[in-house]
């Protein structure tokens, strides 16, 4: 099939940014509360990571040029920024506006904090450029952009020696540099976006690999069996807030992502080629972006809601605000700046 038909991997982005949701719940609203946590979902973004890097791959192997490597890096940048940016200001605006509403600030302090926050605005909060991040979890759709434009560069540089040589020394230098210094701030939180994207990147030629094999009825069964096995392990040990380190989390999720991209077992046959998995996968974007402010305004404006309410209620608001931002992005944002091309994609 078709890699735009494998919406199992849409179904997933859905599925993982839900767990986010909750497990940041867990840890603004109830992490103090006593409540016991049971759902964590931080360690959910290597998924991310790791597609992204495997798209990037692909794009450059179908518009593959060695003419200008500078402008080829800089014209996919753009490209990832272009649609990524909308969600990121649309998020970053909703919970500077739920934030400042909730504190009570004032017109002039909140004119203050936002020009202090004048580079999260414009994309670049993983930078650690901005005195406020009014939006924390945006720093990873920030460093996803850049990241992109240094990763994409190397590769039309170089293929061979990326691959070969600077996509392993980068990822294994990252976890040592990860595991002394933690990765929530900047330069960290960068380093951790090209080591993730780099093994997504490193993903794609093992995908290749195993869609080039011809599958038997036993290797089918197999893949088949590791993506039940897989997919209850992650949702198992999210439920009981197992916490592993990052690196092993990041090992299962990068061969089930594996799985999900070869699309040759017997279980994604099940539910792929999906109008309603497309759906979830797009919306999955804008609910990243958009949860945490409905996070801080159902507990400002509820603060009694017991841990069960809050968790269907944040899921329900974010899902209903990611609607709208979806519909906003396709017929108001995208027809200004790309007109033409909109038009043909909606026929």
């Not at 009570?104 to 203050?112: M, N």
């Not at 061979?160 to 996509?167: E, P, Q, T, Y």
């Amino acid at each position: 099939m078709k890699d735009k038909k494998i919406t199992t991997i849409q179904l997933w982005k859905f599925l993982l940014v839900i767990g986010i949701i909750i497990g940041n719940v867990n840890n603004i609203v109830w992490k103090n509360s006593g409540q016991k946590l049971i759902f964590t979902g931080s360690f959910f973004i290597s998924f991310f990571m790791f597609i992204s890097g495997y798209y990037l791959v692909k794009h450059y192997k179908e518009n593959k040029s060695k003419s200008n490597p500078s402008l080829n890096a800089w014209r996919y940048a753009l490209s990832r920024f272009s649609y990524i940016y909308p969600a990121l200001l649309g998020g970053t605006l909703f919970v500077f506006i739920i934030k400042n509403i909730t504190l009570g600030t004032s017109i002039i302090d909140t004119g203050k904090y936002f020009m202090n926050s004048i580079w999260e605005f414009i994309g670049l909060g993983s930078l650690g450029l901005s005195l406020n991040l009014w939006n924390e979890p945006l720093w990873y759709l920030s460093a996803l952009i850049i990241a992109s434009l240094i990763l994409y560069y190397i590769l039309n540089k170089n293929e061979d020696l990326f691959v070969g040589i600077l996509a392993p020394v980068i990822i294994i230098l990252s976890i040592y540099l990860i595991n002394i210094f933690g990765s929530s701030t900047f330069p960290f939180n960068l380093i951790r976006i090209i080591s993730g994207l780099s093994m997504g990147m490193l993903l794609y030629y093992l995908t290749e690999y195993f869609q080039k094999k011809k599958f038997n009825e036993t290797l089918t069964m197999i893949f088949s069996i590791l993506h039940i096995l897989l997919a209850m392990f992650l949702i198992y040990t999210a439920y009981k807030g197992i916490i592993w380190s990052e690196d092993t989390h990041a090992l299962f999720i990068f061969i089930f992502c594996l799985i999900l991209l070869v699309n040759k077992d017997y279980v994604g046959a099940l539910y792929n080629d999906s109008k309603i998995c497309e759906l979830l996968g797009r919306l999955a974007l804008y609910m990243f972006s958009c949860h945490l402010g409905f996070i801080y305004f159902l507990n400002w404006a509820f603060p009694k809601m017991d841990y069960s309410a809050s968790i269907i209620f944040n899921i329900l608001f974010t899902l209903c605000w990611a609607f709208i931002m979806l519909y906003f992005d396709d017929y108001v944002i995208k027809p200004i700046f790309k007109k033409k091309e909109f038009k043909k994609n909606i026929k």
